[in-house]
């Protein structure tokens, strides 16, 4: 079955960095959209980047970007969200998604059916 392991979560000071992994295995990994989401308590669930497994495009929401890259490594099935001039406001549980739906907008978490534990990014001022 899909398996979607992340790792990488961390404390930072603010203007730090931090790199988050997602192992995907189970599925074949070319061709999909792999999302990187996060959620604060009392939030909803946010889109922060994707990229296209098959060729490499990406979407990065306004808050990040210049800040978050998102890339892959194919051999590993390893996808990678590095956080550069992390902000307090970046504090919250992130989490890796395989998207299973076209019918919603890449940044929309109901367009991924699955879905990593998630990996807390905490970030002080």
């Known amino acids: 079955q899909v398996q979607l392991v992340e790792s990488g979560g961390d404390s930072a000071q603010a203007g730090g960095s931090l790199r988050l992994s997602c192992t995907a295995s189970g599925y074949t990994y070319s061709r999909k959209w792999l999302g990187w989401f996060r959620q604060a308590p009392g939030k909803e669930r946010e889109g922060v980047a994707a990229i296209y497994t098959g060729g490499g495009s990406t979407y990065y929401a306004d808050s990040v970007k210049g800040r978050f890259t998102i890339s892959q490594d194919n051999a590993k099935n390893t996808v990678y969200l590095q956080m550069n001039s992390l902000k307090p406001e970046d504090t919250a549980m992130y989490f890796c998604?395989?998207?299973?739906?076209?019918?919603?907008?890449?940044?929309?978490?109901?367009?991924?059916?699955?879905w990593g534990q998630g990996t807390q990014v905490t970030v002080s001022s």
């Open positions: 998604a395989l998207r299973t739906s076209n019918a919603y907008a890449l940044n929309s978490f109901r367009g991924y059916g699955y």
